[in-house]
């Protein structure tokens, strides 16, 4: 019998810094996402480390940001590290009520100053016939990089993947001309969830009034009965980014 309405949010969380990095804000966004009460979260910009901070900020968590996020409300968490340097590195994450089975940090650099990496976990929902597969991007900020990452992605998904298996791919697309929509989601029978009247997916960034649509979650095997764009007070005090929510029920 299938499961309940699944929640998923996905969020560009900046470093744990507010936009222009004037706070350090994770304990904010800990309490924030703890109030959306999410069943996946899909991170990018995601701290594993960083020594710079931890000696600047008094309250700068002792481990890991997905680990502190995470803590006591999602059992289950993993991290694909992208970005390294002599101080610490940062990536992607997905934190999960359910057991994440697998995960695999797919290296899709293509420009060596733009370190790059898509995080694909396996997960087991309890009751469900098939495990969810979910991927968490974080794109390039150039439209060559982008084509050849989504293709990569598309690539590996295809030979791994079963067809009729639930897939979500959530995350910072840097996508402000809509063509994952041809390159990505029409190959893997995605829909993006946000489309509207238009056409088009939800602006999303920067944060307290949003005017460019980078940010996306893309479903297969569910229908979407609500979605949620978190953007002005408080939110953008958090990040640069607006956060994006959907409750998706399987089909």
């Known amino acids: 019998m299938p499961a ?3 929640h998923i949010t996905t969020y560009n969380i900046h470093k744990g810094f507010s936009q222009f990095n004037r706070r350090m804000m994770v304990h904010e966004l800990r309490e924030r996402l703890r ?3 999410p069943d996946l979260v899909f991170l990018q910009e995601v701290q594993g480390l960083h020594l710079g901070h931890a000696e600047q900020h008094e309250h700068w968590p002792e481990e890991p940001q997905h680990e502190f996020l995470a803590e006591d409300v999602w059992p289950d968490a993993a991290y694909g590290r992208n970005m390294v340097y002599d101080h610490g590195h940062h990536g992607n994450a997905i934190l999960s009520r359910f057991p994440i089975l697998s995960s695999h940090n797919q290296d899709v650099t293509h420009l060596r100053f733009e370190r790059r990496g898509l995080l694909h976990c396996e997960v087991r929902v309890p009751g469900w016939e098939h495990h969810l597969h979910c991927v968490c991007v974080h794109l390039s900020l150039i439209g060559r990089s982008r084509r050849r990452q989504m293709d990569a992605l598309a690539q590996r998904l295809e030979g791994l993947v079963p067809e ?3 897939l979500i791919i959530a995350g910072d697309f840097n996508d402000w001309r809509n063509r994952a929509d041809g390159l990505l ?4 029978g995605l829909t993006e969830v946000f489309h509207g009247a238009r056409g088009r997916p939800v602006r999303s960034y920067p944060a307290g009034l949003p005017l460019f649509r980078l940010d996306r979650i893309y479903a297969r095997g569910f ?13 953008s005090r958090i990040s640069d980014h607006a956060a994006l929510s959907a409750h998706l029920t399987p089909v």
């Open 4 to 6: 309940p309405t699944l």
């Open 35 to 37: 109030a959306l009460g």
């Open 164 to 166: 009729d298996a639930p």
């Open 185 to 188: 989601a029409e190959r893997l």
């Open 223 to 235: 229908a979407v009965s609500a979605t949620q764009v978190h953007f002005g007070r408080p939110w």
